[in-house]
């Protein structure tokens, strides 16, 4: 161990430097209630509060909760301006986990309809939580699939933010495809999805992808660490759609320029 992990300065040091980016991303009230509000997280659940969410957000006491929270607010890992110059109306947040994909995208884009869509029991009951007071999501209990058909957990015992699901009649969530949601919410096209839905991506890609051609922006994270190959169906899917790539921390951005 070295000198500044014996006398606590580097600690000391990545305490700072965290307590001064938040505040210089969202003000000193608010860069303080969300620095404080995870650093002294006790509780199993415990609620942070600031003056753009419109209630109290809920993060379970836990890594999963925490380290996705920071990723979308701290590290701003969906930020869009230094990629593409997009102005949203429509959004689909595949996999949205207990909801701050779904809050940041109403942060920074507050006319923007958004559809969260969650499969998970207990992050479900979380995200209608943390966005009941947000007229523009709308929560479905379900799991994106390669069509509509009936899906289960398939590993209920793994971290929050790692849930993979599977063909099941047993106990069983509506497994929903992305056009569906087109359908239903009469939509003729979808400014952005978000993917983020632990190896189904493989399935999902695998299937019929019409709604790509309908789709403006695709930010996807893929999970061949869970099911290989995703990567190479991922993009044997992309073939013949001409797009733009960019790569920001563990996603994807795929701009598909037929749709612009």
Request: net charge negative.
């Amino acid at each position: 161990m070295g000198i500044y992990e014996k006398t606590g300065i580097r600690k000391i040091a990545i305490y700072n430097v965290e307590l001064i980016t938040w505040i210089r991303t969202y003000g000193l009230k608010d860069g303080w209630s969300l620095f404080s509000g995870l650093s002294k997280a006790k509780e199993p659940f415990f609620k942070i509060k600031t003056s753009f969410f419109k209630n109290d957000v809920w993060l379970r006491n836990n890594y999963s909760d925490q380290a996705i929270f920071r990723q979308v607010f701290y590290e701003k890992q969906y930020e869009l301006k230094h990629i593409v110059p997009i102005q949203p109306k429509k959004i689909i947040d595949a996999g949205a986990n207990v909801g701050f994909a779904s809050l940041y995208f109403s942060y920074i884009f507050p006319d923007t309809e958004i559809v969260a869509v969650e499969p998970e029991p207990n992050n479900f009951h979380l995200l209608e939580k943390n966005t009941t007071a947000y007229n523009n999501i709308i929560c479905k209990h379900a799991a994106i699939w390669y069509k509509e058909e009936k899906v289960n957990i398939s590993n209920p015992d793994s971290l929050a933010a790692s849930f993979m699901v599977e063909k099941t009649n047993e106990n069983a969530i509506q497994g929903i495809t992305i056009d569906s949601i087109l359908a239903e919410r009469n939509w003729d096209q979808v400014d952005i999805v978000k993917m983020d839905i632990e190896g189904a991506e493989k399935e999902v890609f695998s299937g019929n992808n019409s709604w790509l051609h309908k789709t403006k922006l695709l930010i996807i994270e893929l999970h061949d660490r869970y099911k290989p190959d995703c990567t190479k169906t991922f993009f044997k899917a992309l073939e013949n759609i001409d797009y733009e790539a960019y790569f920001q921390h563990e996603n994807i951005f795929i701009l598909f320029k037929e749709n612009q």
